[in-house]
């Protein structure tokens, strides 16, 4: 798919049918989180793929806005180094090159913000000097174009100066 086009028609995905997302997919999705940039090159993160429904429902219950999340097929807990400054910021950018990734495969997913990082540590047991920075879940979606969201248009937020 070109750039673009992954770019402009990647929506959050909060439906998911039940079929399993192949291993070799989300590898391919995290292949592509580790392109992104980092701060140094240091890529202060890891990943955790939870294919337990159970987990699964375990982790979106410490979410409350991501119970959609809990019907995901899989989900990919993106874990930062606490002692990095810029370790949400390079998440962050990482996050995005997965959800265009996904997008290519047909993949759907939806950050989710509202986590109780917390708890979701405990759960997956992190170590000492880790925290989780979201979890993605992810699964084939079903998408209605209502909830087609309302993108600002450039001419309303972009000033040149000259
Ligand atoms: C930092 C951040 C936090 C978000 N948290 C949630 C969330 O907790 N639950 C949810 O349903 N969507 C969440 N979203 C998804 C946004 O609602 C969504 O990206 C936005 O409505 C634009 O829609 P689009 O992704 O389809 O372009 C989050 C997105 C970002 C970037």
New binding site residues.
């Given amino acids: 798919m070109e750039l673009k086009k992954a770019i402009f028609e990647?929506?959050?995905i909060?439906q998911f049918k039940p079929k399993l997302v192949e291993r070799s997919k989300l590898i391919e999705i995290i292949k592509a989180g580790l392109q992104a940039p980092s701060s140094d090159n240091l890529q202060p993160y890891r990943f955790i793929v939870i294919l337990n429904k159970k987990a699964i429902e375990k982790i979106f219950s410490f979410?409350?806005?991501?119970q959609?999340a809990a019907n995901a097929p899989s989900a990919v807990a993106i874990v930062i180094e606490k002692d990095n400054k810029w370790a949400e910021t390079d998440a962050a950018l990482l996050t995005e090159n997965m959800l265009l990734r996904a997008w290519e495969l047909g993949i759907g997913s939806?950050?989710?913000?509202?986590?109780n990082k917390e708890s979701v540590g405990k759960f997956l047991g992190l170590r000492e000097n880790e925290e989780i920075f979201?979890v993605l879940p992810f699964g084939y979606g079903e998408y209605t174009s209502e909830?087609?969201?309302v993108?600002k248009k450039v001419e309303n937020c972009v000033e040149f100066v000259e």
């Fill in positions: 990647r929506r959050s909060r979410a409350p806005w991501g959609f939806c950050f989710v913000g509202e986590i979201t909830l087609w969201p993108k």
